[in-house]
């Protein structure tokens, strides 16, 4: 099954490579002396945050709150029961061309599109010739936390983290003011403000970074935050499709193996290996 699916991999290489050599003979998108940095073959780590507190909240609330949310954030709860199939999305991995920003399959070219993801949202709050931008003056992530979560600024100072080169705050945080916030809209705030950090930004497992505060902020102007979540998919696509720091080891240690299998049942499967197992 492997071998047969290289396979494929290899023959969609081929095709790229055709691709961008006829791109660069017409003069079309390639700049001159432009070089393919794709592997023939990637592999990728596929690691998300846990979505398990944040679905428990949303079953634990009634319609009415409910529907406060879809008025003001859409369809983002559905988020939540979206199966993410790793080894479809590591297959689909091998078929992301960067220079085009598309997937080529064979000789069909396919690309996620902003009308694509404004129907999926589903808001109708956000008007779609408003784009998010940010600003020239941003408020400091201390002040937005403070706009957001309407907690004062002793609270909130105490609880922001650094997390690499960005500032965050943990979603332990966040759910525990969900849980006992006195204002249901500022729940309802909170719990769309965590959505879009640990699903659509996750830069920092298990945290919320300043980055997805201002975009949120701004979302009460009724700009639409589809670009940017489009372009964020289109980063992490080229992104994973030329990582060169793959470990095999790192990939060996994070694998979940069963552990039930006993020595016999080992030595069945090694003695009844086959030329094509290998």
């Known amino acids: 099954m492997e071998r047969e699916f290289l396979?494929?991999?290899?023959?969609?290489?081929a095709v790229r490579v055709w691709s961008e050599k006829v791109q660069q003979e017409k003069c079309d998108s390639l700049i001159e002396g432009y070089v393919s940095e794709l592997w023939d073959f990637t592999r990728i780590s596929?690691?998300?945050n846990s979505l398990q507190e944040l679905k428990e909240i949303w079953d634990s609330w009634n319609d009415e709150i409910k529907q406060l949310f879809y008025s003001n954030y859409g369809d983002l709860p559905y988020l939540l029961d979206v199966k993410v199939d790793t080894r479809l999305f590591q297959a689909l991995m091998q078929y992301w061309n960067p220079?085009?920003?598309?997937?080529t399959f064979g000789k069909v070219?396919?690309?996620?599109?902003?009308?694509?993801?404004?129907t999926l949202l589903q808001c109708l709050r956000i008007q779609v010739d408003k784009a998010y931008t940010?600003?020239?003056y941003v408020l400091a992530f201390l002040k937005k936390l403070m706009n957001i979560t309407r907690m004062s600024e002793q609270w909130v100072s105490a609880r922001i983290k650094q997390k690499g080169d960005s500032k965050c705050i943990p979603w332990k945080i966040l759910r525990d003011l969900i849980l006992a916030h006195p204002d249901v809209r500022k729940r309802v705030d909170i719990f769309a403000l965590s959505i879009?950090?640990?699903v659509f930004f996750p830069k920092a497992l298990g945290h919320v970074e300043e980055a997805v505060a201002d975009l949120f902020d701004r979302l009460d102007k009724r700009v639409t935050p589809v670009p940017t979540i489009l372009a964020e998919t289109f980063?992490?696509?080229?992104?994973c499709r030329r990582a060169e720091n793959y470990s095999p080891l790192k990939e060996l240690v994070a694998t979940l193996r069963r552990d039930d299998i006993t020595?016999?049942?080992w030595m069945m499967i090694l003695q009844n290996l086959q030329e094509e197992d290998v």
């Open 109 to 118: 070219d396919l690309v996620p599109t902003i009308e694509e993801y404004t």
């Open 196 to 198: 879009s950090g640990l």
């Open 46 to 48: 596929v690691t998300q």
């Open 7 to 13: 396979g494929k991999v290899e023959d969609n290489a």
């Open 99 to 103: 220079a085009y920003s598309c997937f």
């Open 235 to 239: 980063r992490s696509l080229n992104t």
């Open 134 to 136: 940010r600003a020239a």
């Open 263 to 265: 020595k016999e049942k």
